[in-house]
Nanobody, 126 residues
Framework: QLELVEIGGGLVQPGGSMSLLCLAY????????VTWFRQAPGKEREGVSY????????YYSESVKGRFTVSRDYAEDLVRLQMNSLKSEDTAMYYC???????????????????WGQGAHVNVSS
């Protein structure tokens, strides 16, 4: 059974950068497409970024496009979300989710995912 763990998070100043890592136990992560979701207090969970198992498809929400980059490290079997130019509105709990299905336009539909990490909190504040 796949277990996902997010590494990273914490406090960062506006304009700063932070990386989140998604690691897997029980199976290799490179068999799965991985999506980063986030949920801010009082708001619905939203899809932030997706990377396919092969890495050939990457999608971003409009709110993070140009600032966030998702990548895979096949040697370390992890997925990284590099977040730059962070804003206060990026403050949220960030989750990685994974499925073997390759997604297209429905990549941000959380109902498509059964495998979730426990989340990592990112607080963008001065």
């Amino acid at each position: 059974q796949l277990e996902l763990v997010e590494i990273g998070g914490g406090l960062v100043q506006p304009g700063g950068s932070m990386s989140l890592l998604c690691l897997a136990y029980g199976s290799r992560l490179d068999d799965y497409g991985v999506t980063w979701f986030r949920q801010a207090p009082g708001k619905e969970r939203e899809g932030v970024s997706y990377i396919s198992a092969s890495g050939d498809r990457r999608y971003y929400s409009e709110s993070v496009k140009g600032r966030f980059t998702v990548s895979r490290d096949y040697a370390e079997d992890l997925v990284r979300l590099q977040m730059n130019s962070l804003k206060s509105e990026d403050t949220a709990m960030y989750y990685c989710a994974a499925e073997t299905v390759q997604f297209g336009d429905n990549w941000s539909d959380e109902s498509q995912y059964e495998n979730w990490g426990q989340g990592a909190h990112v607080n963008v504040s001065s």
